[in-house]
């Protein structure tokens, strides 16, 4: 369809030209009109003109001049002048600026319409040429099924023009007004081990295993082409058209053919997949919301139901609950973590997965979610105790692997055990940071003691604050105060144990456990050890005298 602009400052002559023209027939879609010049060059600055209709002499800009700013600011404009003068200047000009015809006053139907005819037939040439032209270049620029991935992933992303790029639909194979559509959002469980094991850390590779089963198990009846999301290297979106039937028959047909991939991915190369099916749709540029639904369909899993979930239906979305985030327990967390105590920071997030399991649900969209904010929190305070942001996942999730992690999540306890992992590492990073500008005092060590000595020490907790050997923090121990470290505990506990003998409302077994001892015989015979009575004697002896 094409527009048209008739310019003629007399009325009856554009009046006549209306009717004169063969419009519908020549496939013209809209007809403007202009007195002069400067008005049309206005309209064409507006507007898409293809043909003006040119007035030689008019007002204040005649057509010789309005045919030479056309030649510079609108060349793709076809012009057919009209002069009710046989005038060389007017020929001339009309001959530079190359004209498609030439007509004298009165206009006829006849010439009119050869003129018209002659200026789409150009029109329609121009088009046709343009069409081939980009068809060639796509050829040659990019392969049929890169460029199937682009208009499918710019359909999901909305950012597909439909009037730019319907002339690229045929391409792909999508021409039937009756096909109809579904999308299947492929998750991939274990992307990180078996891209490691089977596929030499190459993804793209994996990629390219999956692409093959897809294809290689797709029927005639149901066309199905996949690509990976490149926003998301773990999920991979599975197109399927079909051009008969009705929506329920390509639900069912694509949700089995689904199931026998994820068969056969888990038989061949031990990938293990979910599978989200999105809901089916009569028009193409309804793909993403079918997207949206599978993906949604995917986020809803319950981690905490014991039975494996290979594919879900949009239909069959469970209800969300809100569960206590992660985020409530973060700033013990960090403080546990500058503090060098990674045991107790460690026992915040077993409750926390204690209390999630208590709930009974727990689904793939929370793990995400969490995991991501876990990374950004963690690296927010390693920061600030100093460490390198090189050292850091910074990118996200997947950036995991670049500090020797594997973030494969397929079940609840591999996510639990992922949260152990993590804060594990950002514990090594944090106090290997810290140990560059501290030195170890065996001060910390009595001072730790003096405050804990109900609890059970561990060297360890220190050996790993100060990145030091266990025998050489116990040396330097002795040395200052003539005590081995656990010489010390002890000693501090029998003191402690004597003081509080003198507290007649006191019973033995009280005693026991608030010095730490788990068994009231244990804590009498310790103390008979080291003082060579038992507490009970001791305890008589101070009463009588």
């Not at 510079?72 to 001959?95: C, D, K, M, W």
């Not at 730490?516 to 050890?529: E, L, V, W």
């Amino acid at each position: 369809m094409y527009n048209i602009l008739i310019i003629d400052d007399e009325e009856p002559v554009r009046e006549a030209i209306r009717i004169l023209g063969d419009w519908d027939g020549l496939g013209i879609n809209q007809i403007m009109e202009a007195t002069d010049g400067e008005t049309a060059l206005e309209i064409l600055n507006d507007c898409k003109i293809d043909i003006a209709i040119v007035d030689m002499k008019m007002p204040e800009m005649d057509g010789v001049e309005f045919l030479q700013v056309v030649e510079q600011q609108h060349p793709e404009l076809l012009t057919i002048v009209i002069s009710g003068y046989n005038n060389f200047e007017y020929a001339r000009q009309a001959i530079r600026s190359k004209v498609t015809d030439y007509l004298l006053k009165p206009v006829n139907r006849a010439d009119l319409s050869q003129a018209l005819y002659k200026a789409v037939g150009q029109l329609e040439a121009k088009r046709e040429q343009k069409s081939e032209f980009i068809a060639n270049n796509i050829k040659l620029n990019m392969s049929l099924p890169k460029l199937k991935e682009k208009i499918y992933q710019s359909l999901i992303d909305k950012s597909y023009k439909k009037y730019a790029n319907e002339t690229l639909l045929p391409l792909i194979g999508v021409v039937n007004p009756d096909h109809k559509f579904g999308v299947a959002v492929i998750r991939i469980l274990n992307l990180e081990s078996i891209r490691i094991s089977r596929f030499k850390s190459d993804t793209n590779l994996l990629h390219f295993a999956v692409d093959n089963i897809i294809s290689e198990l797709t029927g005639n009846d149901l066309q199905t082409f996949s690509f990976s999301n490149p926003k998301e290297e773990r999920e991979m979106i599975a197109i399927c058209t079909k051009d008969s039937g009705s929506l329920e028959e390509l639900s069912f047909q694509f949700t089995y053919l689904m199931k026998q991939i994820a068969s056969n991915l888990k038989d061949l190369f031990g990938i293990k997949i979910l599978v989200g099916m999105g809901k089916p749709c009569g028009n193409i540029l309804d793909i993403a919301g079918s997207y949206e639904s599978g993906q949604a369909a995917i986020r809803t899993i319950n981690l905490l139901d014991p039975n494996e979930v290979v594919i879900t239906n949009w239909g069959h979305i469970t209800e969300t609950r809100d569960i206590q985030s992660i985020m409530v327990r973060m700033p013990f967390i960090c403080n546990a973590l500058e503090a060098g105590n990674l045991n107790q920071a460690r026992s915040f997030i077993e409750e926390f997965i204690q209390k999630v399991k208590g709930l009974g649900h727990f689904n793939l969209g929370d793990t995400d979610r969490m995991i991501h904010e876990f990374v950004i929190l963690l690296n927010d305070k390693a920061i600030e105790l100093g460490v390198s942001s090189e050292k850091l996942p910074r990118g996200g999730v997947f950036d995991l692997r670049k500090v020797g992690i594997v973030a494969d999540i397929a079940d609840f306890e591999q996510f639990s055990s992922l949260l152990i992992e993590i804060l594990e590492y950002y514990n090594a990073v944090i106090r290997k940071s810290t140990s560059t500008h501290s030195i170890f005092d065996p001060k910390d060590i009595k001072d730790y003691i003096d405050g804990h000595y109900f609890e059970d020490f561990k060297v360890s907790s220190f050996t790993e604050k100060y990145f030091l050997s266990r025998e050489y923090i116990m040396k330097l121990f002795k040395q200052q105060y003539g005590y081995g470290i656990h010489e010390y505990v002890q000693k501090v506990r029998m003191d402690k144990a004597k003081e509080l003998l003198l507290e007649s409302n006191l019973k033995i077994l009280e005693i026991s456990e608030m010095l730490g001892y788990k068994d009231k015989n244990y804590f009498s015979k310790a103390f008979r050890n080291y003082y060579s009575i038992s507490p009970t004697e001791y305890r008589m002896q101070i009463w009588q005298g």
